[in-house]
């Protein structure tokens, strides 16, 4: 079925790098990637079906390889097979995460090319402020907006007093309630489920991602599970894609994120900005805020001014991302020494 490229989310940055390529290319949005190269591609003729260029399997990156929401560029199989996905054209934004352990980094991308980041987060279940900041740092710091879903609002007793709790720790980021099931709260979302629009779900398991999914989709394409009486999801998708939706917007669902690792080497100040006006003012521009007179930090939490566990969260998410610096400068040096060989 043909479609226009606006449709799909193409924005006039895509265009622009996309004139290198036109002599006999043309551009589609990766749609799905499946199991050995194959990628299922939007394009303006319609869904096709492509295979990665062999030059993405030796690359020093694995960033740099096509993921869902990428758009890229297709030349004819000169074997006449399907087209081979040659280029990934240069990404407006990029969700990605911290794949690996204590020990490694592993950069995992998640979705590219997004607006907005619908974070899910059960109302089922206790709030978890730490997590909530991992997402949001995950969204800000891959160049997207954040939006906090609260689903199974059928399931709360007190919806209102949840949504001032969540409001008050993540500050001026938006925050809905919906109940998926019921189909309550969902209008709230429509301004950024516009044409040509991108959003995509991130989520633990069981917070009610496919429910979502579906209930915006219109349709029951997506498995859904009940959650565990431990309170643990199941993972009900088990893949990226990207889905057209009734209202001309698009939305990649994920799989649920039983960890969100950092991969930045810095803390994104969106995410904290009320701690790092707080830093600013602190006696010493190299304050670590532990035991130095005047830290403004230190006093805040003394006062109840800032709250003790959004500053743990902050600490340690810092501490992870000056951990991923050393990392890199370490692997960097490792990188030389095998050239210099």
Not at 7 to 33: Q, T, Y
Not at 255 to 265: A, D, N
């Amino acid at each position: 079925m043909a479609q226009s490229l606006h449709e799909l989310g193409w924005k006039p940055r895509h265009a622009e790098a996309f004139r290198a390529h036109d002599d006999d290319g043309w551009p589609g949005r990766v749609s799905r990637i499946d199991r050995g190269g194959w990628l299922n591609v939007e394009t303006a003729d319609g869904s096709r079906r492509a295979r990665k260029h062999p030059r993405f399997r030796r690359l020093a990156d694995p960033l740099d390889a096509p993921t869902v929401g990428d758009w890229v560029v297709l030349r004819d199989d000169p074997g006449g097979g399907p087209p081979l996905a040659e280029h990934v054209l240069p990404r407006t934004s990029l969700l990605q995460r911290n794949a690996g352990d204590d020990e490694r980094t592993q950069p995992q991308a998640l979705a590219a090319n997004i607006d907005t980041v619908l974070i899910v987060v059960a109302l089922d279940v206790a709030y978890n402020p730490r997590r909530t900041d991992r997402f949001l740092s995950l969204a800000l710091t891959g160049g997207a907006q954040p939006v906090l879903v609260l689903t199974k609002a059928d399931l709360h007793d007190d919806v209102a007093s949840a949504l001032d709790q969540v409001r008050r720790h993540v500050r001026e980021v938006e925050v809905v309630a919906i109940s998926s099931r019921a189909g309550t709260g969902l209008g709230d979302l429509q301004r950024h489920l516009q044409p040509g629009q991108t959003v995509v779900l991130v989520g633990q398991s069981g917070a009610g991602k496919s429910t979502l999914a579906n209930r915006l989709t219109g349709e029951h394409s997506l498995a859904e599970q009940e959650v565990r009486k431990d309170g643990k999801g199941r993972h009900t998708t088990s893949h990226r894609q990207l889905l057209r939706l009734p209202s001309g917007g698009l939305l990649i669902d994920t799989p649920g994120l039983r960890s969100v690792g950092m991969l930045e080497e810095t803390v994104d100040e969106g995410a904290f900005s009320d701690i790092e006006e707080l830093a600013a003012r602190c006696r010493f521009s190299d304050c670590a805020h532990e035991a130095e007179p005047g830290c403004a930090v230190l006093a805040a939490l003394e006062s109840g001014d800032l709250d003790p566990q959004r500053w743990e969260s902050y600490a340690k998410l810092a501490a992870e991302a000056q951990q991923v610096a050393q990392q890199r400068v370490l692997t960097e040096r490792a990188q030389r020494g095998r050239r210099r060989r």
